[in-house]
């Protein structure tokens, strides 16, 4: 590595501000919490940050640690609940500076093989969760988006592949639970996504998934997308009855578990993905609920070739690549160059074993069923559905749109939680989400009291 000329900061400084910040900051327990800022306050209190000269690294480092960091939330505080939070582990946030030191290129066997040898064999723990034979496997990539349009284009590859001439697969089957990236990926793709309406309990299963399928004809999907827990409900779709459908028809069965797939490590909640083993690709976010740093998701297919096939890029410059068995990250998603993403989640599950994993994960499942007996034992909520996993919505009597709203700007005012409403129906909610093994029963209780 190198640094410049006319560097205005030596090696060691620089050793040391980054070093030491980040050393400081994983040792806060918690964080603060911080709150965002408008872009005047920003100008007014940062200014011009990029000159000719440059400001040099500790004035630099100075800026980030006093006006920038503090306008980020904190999204491992034990309080933070909002959307998806993400609190990985020690080990993987620290191995994520090792990874940026280390020069590493992630796309090609040839170039990274050491650490894709690693990725793989935490491809490998995500397969057997799954129950996918050997021969499984794919790649990191930077998140569940990315995932779920790499799978379906896979998909849509193979049903092209063995279509009927004449024929072009174009639909993508799944019901209004599943997560926004699905619509996403169908407009990318420029495919038709067809809703199935879920069961009573907001499940896709096979009965109304085969009417569907039906009504248009099979053989114009390529894909049906079951989610193995909802982003806004924490709903696992009832996958046995699915996966039987997509069999007697020959379609792909995508399973989204970017948040919930985390649940195949807890002996608890295993039951319920049922069938999961019969998917043909399969994502979970770690940097959801296993502990790693953004950004990461895991992807990976029942047999890579189809996915070979729709994602290797081909060009001369590339050939020495390519004209190879080598097992290369970059032929199984969009995107050509990647950074080896997956090896500070590799370096927490080789430092601390899987089953701390399952031990975290059953933790914030116990959590959440706190939160969901206090809701039902306190008059003033109601809890909204079912608790599947680590996510709970619930209401708050009496309370309008704007009341949810002026409680959660208060409370992320006070620097006390992040908490924002969700809807559902209509209706504004609250909701928590708990991935964070350091949320705690007095955290509920605490948010919960502030709403009284
Ligand atoms: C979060 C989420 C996604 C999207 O993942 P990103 O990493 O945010 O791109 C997809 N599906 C589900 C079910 C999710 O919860």
Redesign the pocket.
């Known amino acids: 590595m190198h640094g410049f000329p006319d560097d205005n900061t030596s090696l060691d400084d620089l050793e040391r501000l980054i070093l030491d910040y980040s050393a400081e900051r994983m040792r806060y327990d918690p964080p603060p919490l911080d709150r965002a800022l408008t872009p005047e306050q920003l100008q007014e209190a940062a200014g011009t940050t990029i000159t000719p000269q440059g400001l040099g690294g500790q004035a630099a480092m100075d800026l980030f640690a006093d006006v920038l960091a503090p306008a980020c939330l904190s999204v491992d505080h034990p309080r933070y609940l909002s959307f998806?939070p993400c609190a990985p582990t020690e080990a993987a946030a620290m191995f994520d500076l090792v990874v940026g030191a280390s020069s590493i290129y992630g796309g090609s066997w040839l170039e990274g093989s050491g650490a894709v040898y690693a990725e793989n064999q935490a491809l490998r723990w995500v397969c057997d969760l799954v129950g996918l034979p050997e021969g499984a496997g794919g790649v990191f990539v930077?998140?569940?988006?990315?995932?779920?349009l790499s799978a379906l284009v896979a998909a849509r590859g193979r049903a092209r592949h063995e279509a009927a001439q004449g024929t072009r697969p174009f639909r993508v089957a799944t019901t209004s639970g599943a997560?926004s990236?699905i619509a996403s990926a169908c407009e990318v793709m420029d495919a038709e996504l067809t809703p199935v309406e879920p069961d009573g309990r907001g499940r896709l299963n096979g009965p109304r998934l085969r009417e569907v399928l039906l009504e248009h004809g099979p053989e114009s999907y390529f894909a049906v997308v079951a989610?193995a827990?909802?982003?806004n409900f924490g709903i696992v779709d009832d996958l046995t009855s699915v996966a039987q459908v997509c069999r007697e028809f020959g379609i792909w069965l995508h399973v989204?578990?970017?948040?919930?797939g985390a649940g195949l490590a807890a002996p608890s909640v295993r039951h319920l993905y049922e069938g999961i083993e019969q998917c043909d690709s399969f994502i979970v976010?770690p940097?959801?609920w296993l502990f790693a740093p953004f950004?990461c998701?895991a992807l990976v297919y029942r047999e890579p070739g189809y996915a070979r096939a729709a994602h290797t890029q081909k060009a001369g410059y590339l050939d020495v690549l390519t004209e190879t068995s080598d097992w290369n990250p970059t032929d199984y998603s969009v995107g050509l160059t990647r950074r080896a993403r997956g090896l500070p989640f590799w370096f927490s599950l080789a430092t601390h074993g899987t089953q701390a994993y399952t031990t975290a994960v059953e933790k914030t499942l116990a959590v959440a069923a706190f939160a969901e007996d206090e809701i039902a034992r306190r008059e003033e909520f109601e809890l909204v559905g079912e608790r599947t996993l680590s996510i709970v919505v619930f209401r708050r009597r009496g309370w309008s749109a704007a009341d949810y709203q002026a409680w959660s700007d208060r409370i992320l005012d006070q620097e006390f939680a992040f908490v924002v409403p969700t809807t559902h129906e209509g209706e504004t909610l609250a909701r928590f989400a708990i991935v964070n093994p350091q949320t705690s029963t007095d955290d509920i209780s605490a948010i919960l009291d502030s709403m009284g």
């Open positions: 998806i930077p998140g569940g988006t990315i995932g779920n997560h990236s989610t827990g909802t982003t989204d578990g970017a948040y919930g976010d940097h959801k950004d998701c």
